[in-house]
């Protein structure tokens, strides 16, 4: 898979993580909107982005209650490597 900003994360899903990552958070209904405007389903995308997530740092990567927000242990290794590509 290639991508523009996270390696091993194909670009659709990492447009999608960098969105999350600029808002800090994203309510479900803006998250599903986004996901769908990059021609994802939202659950599949988010399942997608953990499994790159335990490949990358061996945990999940997004967390969900109303919100989808990346783990805040996480935000600056992501922002890291964000800005690595």
Known sequence: ?????????????ADLLSAILTAGRLDRDAFEARARDLKLLPGGAIETIN?????TFDEV???????IYP???LRDRLSALETAT
């Open 71 to 73: 783990a805040s242990h």
């Open 1 to 13: 898979m290639s991508s523009s900003r996270f390696e091993g994360l194909d670009a659709r899903h």
């Open 61 to 67: 990567l997004l967390e969900e209650d109303d919100d």
């Open 51 to 55: 499994e790159w997530g335990f490949e």
